[in-house]
């Protein structure tokens, strides 16, 4: 199998074609593919295939790096279209609509390098997540080892848990990463972020993914984080969303409107397995 290894900002894939041939691998091969030491190594895997839906030109797949399938992962999204790019099937400063696992995506390519994300609108439907919660609020109580916990909780194709906190740093958030990940009011577990605000237009977050633990980057959860906030009123409709691998662009003008991600997409190496 050929691949080739790709990142948006820290957060790292293995993008595979099949195109003409799709032929997954068991979940199994893919965790062993996904180990730092013993294969690849990635957060995510990403396949190329031909689309399901006519309206759109392809069909992304998205594989958490414990071989779990995942509905959307947007540093992938850009890393998928500037690969598409580099193929020479999808044109520079063009709108091109791909299929994710969770619904088509507009994706258009600034540079060989750079890539915006029409991400679609957040959902904050807590039975879309599926979060269970009696109905929809802009913020929730999450009982943690008897400890109360304020989240925001809101879907961009995947789940996601928003904790503002004051310090990044804390120790604590090493622990509490993984515990609210596998909350059991999240079914399908979440991907659990903490942000900090640093004023109006600028955001500092860390993510603890479902399925792959802590990573350097998180594109939906750059998404989620600033939807959270913006509907709280905290930040403005732009914002720089800072994670440890970099920083990401998000832009929302509040409900009835889409958001948009734009980002950094980058070619690591190619490789046979």
Known sequence: MRFTKMHGIGNDFVVVD???????????????????????GFDQLLSVEPARDPSCDW????????????????????????????EGVIARDTDVRLESPSGPVTVRVLAADRVTVDMGEPD???????????QEASSYMLDVDGTPVTIGAVSMGNPHAVLEVPDLGDPHLENLGP????????????????????????????????GSGWTRACGTGACA??????RRGLVDAVVDVSLPGGTLTIEWHGPGHTLWMTGPAAFVFEGEI
């Open 18 to 40: 099949w195109r003409d041939d799709v032929k997954l691998p068991p979940a199994e091969r893919i965790a062993a593919l996904a180990d730092r030491h013993t294969g690849i």
């Open 59 to 86: 069909y992304y797949g998205v594989w958490n790096a414990d071989g779990s399938p995942s509905g959307q992962c947007g540093n992938g999204v850009r890393c998928v279209a500037a690969w598409l790019y580099r």
């Open 124 to 134: 904050f439907t807590p039975s879309h997540l599926p979060f269970d919660a009696p």
């Open 179 to 210: 515990v609210v990940t596998g909350h059991a009011r999240f079914a399908d577990g979440v991907n659990t972020g903490f942000a900090l605000r640093v004023d109006r237009k600028t955001i500092r977050l860390r993510v603890h993914e479902r």
């Open 225 to 230: 984080a600033a939807a959270v906030l913006q």
